[in-house]
């Protein structure tokens, strides 16, 4: 019997190691430089749409699970080997934490006034 002993598991879980492998070679051939999650894709064989849901979602799976040192901003992501950066990056996160908690008050507040028949 010549049976494929990968038949039974769904192509995304075996996609998911060789996605992750070639994400992190891509960023190893760019260290440093910020690069567009559109180019990104493209050159790593994700899904090019308007968000890149997929590719942002891989790479925030190597930022948590395997602790890659990649930073994000407005031109993109980079492979960052500076601690100094990688801290300026999460004293950002901090603060941009710190912003949704209060527009989150400010949700529930605004979400109270409607059920009293503010608007």
């Not at 395997?66 to 300026?88: A, F, H, M, Q």
């Amino acid at each position: 019997m010549n049976e494929n002993i990968y038949s039974s598991v769904p192509d995304w879980v075996l996609n998911i190691y060789g996605d992750k492998e070639i994400l992190k070679k891509f960023f190893k051939l760019n260290k440093g430089k910020w690069i567009t999650s559109k180019i990104i894709a493209k050159h790593t064989g994700f899904n090019v749409t308007a968000t890149c849901t997929e590719l942002r979602e891989m790479i925030t799976r190597l930022i948590v699970e395997e602790s890659w040192p990649i930073v994000s901003g407005t031109n993109g992501y980079k492979l960052t080997g500076n601690p100094d950066k990688l801290e300026k990056y999460r004293q950002k996160l901090i603060g941009r934490l710190k912003g949704l908690k209060r527009r989150i008050r400010g949700v529930k507040r605004a979400k109270e006034r409607l059920h009293g028949g503010f608007f």
